[in-house]
């Protein structure tokens, strides 16, 4: 409504300006003087005439003075008749020029017509342009069903991304290799009859780079590339959806041979048939249209679906059979190889003082994937530069790891002399149990600053990356959890609410050994219950129980017993070791951070 009102007053106000513009036009400011017929035949008598323009009816005359002057016959009498009527001798007449001019009859129609058809005119104007203001919005009713993709062509190499942006992920590279090569020349494989893959499942973990290989194989193979994401697809109406992926893929055919990237696209190829949310009706039907597109692809369509998710397990089988997203890229978290080398590339640019060695921070950061190493980066610069230094320095990296796994340091957390007491103890213990056990990680730095959530922490992490964990191993990291309870317990003889999240990790460990990992002696080798994510919230996941009630109390029992095993453990350790207990948290009140070093020489 308000942009009708808008349009009228603009509408108002050209009407306006023309209305002024043409009155201005009409009344020329030197406007000749008019006179009547009875002065005009007095002037022809008089002979003061020079010249007489008939235009139409009226008569523009000059005088031998110069003057012009106006006067007016009508329209059908000629100017003879005019003078033979008023009985003017001609002789009178022989000394002026009389001139008829030709514009006459088409200026007289427009001069008589124009202001009546104006207005007309003007109102049509008026209501076409209302008609299609109206259609505007009916149009973008239409554009609901188009696709919101965006495509980046080969032209716009401003964001080009190429595999040498992407490092690491060798094997998933030389898999790719062969789309890219494909792109480039698809006859090659054409004439040979080969059928070219329709469509590559990018499976990984957050944060790997599935979205930045995707868009390296189109960089590296020169092609168009249309990028959307699963949840684009998913609108109000039912139906959408399946519009959107039907005008994209119009549009990637148009292009060929180009790629169809669909991001996440787990938001749509969920199992069908397993929801209850209300969107669940329009999922299955996008879902539906994107099987039908790919499966409508002959030898000659060029078009190759890329689809990246980090939800494998959800996605609907029909997805993955031959034919659909039958190539299966795997993306891990990176290995300490690949660590440096990503660190490598997001290194560019950025100043770093001759002290940093990549590797190093390459080392210290395992189950870092490649969006943190290069979040790492970005803080250790922001570090760098509130610190006004030139360079990054060595500290600025150890500093970033820590604020990108713990969170920011809290150094506003002020603690009072009883509270650090408890918590340099607490750490000491945790650090304490886990220098002692052969199984644990070494520990590679003791802190009881408050970072994140954390009041104090206790840093051990393996040299080299670790892709299985053994029993052994497991019930080692219970008792390093335990610890912190243990040790206040031993020393103050109470125990505060510090140890709270401790525990509850070690309980969710605990239960993963019985129930997932099959480590329990008494139920054996296998697993119990079913998760399940419910559709409608996404991220919920609700434990489905396979299994009666006998066993569930006896998997409490098994969850308890590997905790107060692993709460004995540490308790002796402590009692055992007292002296160097005392000694880590004396030092920790003292310096508040201890590293690696300075913690193995305490306790030589
Ligand atoms: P995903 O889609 O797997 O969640 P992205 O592809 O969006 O992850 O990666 C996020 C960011 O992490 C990228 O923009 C890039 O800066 C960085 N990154 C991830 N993996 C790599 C890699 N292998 N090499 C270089 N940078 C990487
Ligand atoms: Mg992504
Ligand atoms: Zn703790």
Not at 28 to 38: A, F, I, N, Q, S
Not at 477 to 483: F, G, H, I, M, P
Not at 546 to 557: C, F, L, R, S
Request: glycine share 6%.
């Amino acid at each position: 409504m308000k942009k009708v009102v808008k349009n009228f007053i603009i509408f108002f106000l050209v009407f306006l300006t023309l209305a002024a513009f043409l009155s201005l036009y009409n009344s020329p400011l030197d406007e000749p003087r008019k006179v009547g017929v009875g002065e005009f035949i007095d002037l022809v008598n008089r002979e003061e005439i020079s010249e007489i323009a008939i235009d139409g009816e009226k008569l523009e005359i000059t005088l031998t003075s110069g003057e012009l002057i106006e006067s007016q016959k009508e329209p059908t009498e000629s100017l003879s008749t005019l003078l033979n009527n008023y009985q003017v001798a001609p002789e009178k007449l022989e000394g002026v020029k009389t001139e008829v001019k030709e514009t006459t009859s088409t200026m007289f129609w427009l001069g008589a017509i124009l202001p009546f058809l104006l207005p007309f005119i003007l109102i049509a104007g008026f209501i076409y342009f209302m008609m299609r203001q109206a259609q505007g919005t009916n149009n973008r009713a239409m554009m609901f069903g188009q696709s919101k993709a965006k495509e980046v062509t080969p032209q716009n190499q401003k964001n080009k991304v190429t595999f040498k942006d992407v490092a690491g992920a060798k094997e998933a590279k030389e898999e790719l290799e062969e789309i890219v090569e494909f792109l480039r020349n698809p006859k090659k494989f054409t004439s040979l009859g080969a059928q070219i893959p329709k469509g590559v499942l990018l499976v990984g973990p957050p944060g790997t780079g599935k979205t930045l290989l995707a868009r390296a194989v189109a960089g590296q193979a020169n092609a168009p590339f249309f990028h959307i994401s699963g949840s684009e697809f998913v609108e109000m109406f039912v139906g959408v959806g399946a519009s959107r992926v039907r005008d994209l893929f119009k549009k990637a055919k148009k292009a060929a041979p180009c790629i169809v990237f669909i991001d996440e696209i787990d938001a749509v190829g969920r199992q069908r048939g397993a929801g209850l949310g209300g969107s669940h009706d329009e999922r299955e039907q996008t879902l539906n249209q994107i099987l039908v597109e790919m499966d409508g692809f002959d030898i000659s369509t060029n078009v190759i679906v890329i689809a990246a998710t980090n939800r494998p397990d959800v996605l609907d089988p029909a997805l993955l059979r031959p034919g659909r997203f039958d190539r299966r890229v795997v993306l891990d978290l990176p290995s300490l190889n690949d660590r440096e080398e990503i660190l490598k590339v997001h290194a560019k640019g950025k100043p770093f003082d001759s002290s940093v060695k990549l590797r190093t921070l390459a080392e210290r950061t395992p189950g870092f994937s490649g969006a943190d190493l290069a979040n790492l980066l970005n803080e250790a610069a922001i570090l760098a530069a509130r610190k006004n230094r030139k360079q990054i320095a060595v500290e600025d990296g150890l500093e970033s790891i820590e604020k990108v796994m713990l969170g920011p340091e809290r150094k506003s957390h002020v603690l009072n002399k009883r509270e650090k007491e408890i918590t340099a103890y607490h750490e000491a213990g945790h650090a304490l149990v886990a220098h002692i056990l052969p199984k644990s990680d070494p520990v590679r730095k003791v802190s009881i600053v408050a970072r994140g959530q954390a009041g104090g922490y206790t840093l051990k992490y393996p040299l080299e990356d670790r892709f299985m964990h053994s029993k052994a191993e497991f019930i080692d990291d219970l008792a390093v959890l335990l610890a912190g309870h243990a040790t206040e317990k031993e020393v103050f003889k109470d125990i505060t609410t510090g140890a709270n999240s401790d525990l509850k990790h070690a309980t969710a460990l605990a239960r993963k050994l019985v129930t997932e990992y099959g480590m329990s002696e008494t139920l054996g080798p296998q697993t119990f219950g079913k998760k399940e994510e419910l559709v409608f919230l996404g991220r919920e996941i609700s434990e489905q129980r396979d299994y009666g009630e006998k066993v569930a109390t006896m998997i409490d029992q098994e969850v308890s017993k590997f905790l107060k095993k692993a709460y004995v453990t540490a308790q002796e350790i402590i009692r055992k070791e007292r002296l160097s207990l005392d000694k880590i948290a004396k030092t920790l009140i003292e310096k508040e951070t201890l590293e690696q070093k300075e913690f193995e020489a305490l306790l030589k």
